[in-house]
T-cell receptor
Framework: ETGVTQSPTHLIKTRGQQVTLRCSSQ?????VSWYQQALGQGPQFIFQ???????GRGNFPPRFSGLQFPNYSSELNVNALELDDSALYLC???????????FGEGSRLTVL | AQSVTQLGSHVSVSEGALVLLRCNYSSSVPPYLFWYVQYPNQGLQLLLKYTSAATLVKGINGFEAEFKKSETSFHLTKPSAHMSDAAEYFC??????????????FGSGTRLQVQP
């Protein structure tokens, strides 16, 4: 069974640029969540997708957007990057009713 | 709104000693509670979860946690620390119901060091 995979693992961008992060969910999982983990902090919920629709959103501005595809994979897009967007972005997939999130290893974004 | 407080950003124990990592939650209704572990440069791995069944929950790697509603606590324990337990530990809470479709609110984490 393939776990949650994320790409790229590391990337560097400059302020004002745009970035797309990708996530392949675990087989059989229909829900994908994205979290931002700043250095030395716990993950913060960005949003969640269920059956290709946004199913909840945390306290993040609209320049953070996402997609979920029919195969349940997902993208996180961030426009107009700011220095404070530097963080580890974690994707997690889950199966409805399981109560457990399975996390990928994350994409580490550095904004210069 | 729900919140999680982890007391102690750093905990250091000797190998073989008891591990106790503290977590208190704030919620208007009994929530679901989770403990995750994060090793350096890796994602999060679920250690254990409480979803309104038994109040004493056993997880992987010898860890367990007890849900105490009166104290709004969900402390993580392990009787005997091993060097491989050194990692960052996060307590998390979610609203009950619709498990897997609810956002988690994480604490700020506790870094566990294990001394030889």
């Amino acid at each position: 069974e393939t776990g949650v995979t994320q790409s790229p693992t590391h990337l560097i961008k400059t302020r004002g640029q745009q970035v797309t992060l990708r996530c392949s969910s675990q087989s059989g999982h229909n829900t994908v969540s994205w979290y931002q983990q700043a250095l030395g902090q716990g993950p913060q919920f960005i949003f969640q997708y269920y059956r290709e629709e946004e199913n909840g959103r945390g306290n993040f501005p609209p320049r953070f957007s996402g997609l979920q595809f029919p195969n349940y994979s997902s993208e996180l897009n961030v426009n107009a990057l700011e220095l404070d967007d530097s963080a580890l972005y974690l994707c997690a997939s889950s199966k409805q009713g399981s109560g457990e999130l399975f996390f990928g290893e994350g994409s580490r974004l550095t904004v210069l | 709104a729900q919140s999680v407080t982890q007391l102690g950003s750093h905990v250091s124990v000797s190998e073989g000693a008891l591990v106790l990592l503290r977590c208190n939650y704030s919620s208007s209704v009994p929530p679901y509670l989770f403990w995750y572990v994060q090793y350096p440069n890796q994602g999060l791995q679920l250690l254990l979860k409480y979803t309104s069944a038994a109040t004493l929950v056993k997880g992987i790697n010898g860890f367990e946690a007890e849900f105490k509603k009166s104290e709004t606590s969900f402390h993580l324990t392990k009787p005997s620390a091993h060097m491989s337990d050194a990692a960052e530990y996060f307590c998390a809470v979610s609203p009950p119901g619709q498990a897997g479709r609810r956002a988690l609110t994480f604490g700020s984490g506790t870094r566990l060091q294990v001394q030889p």
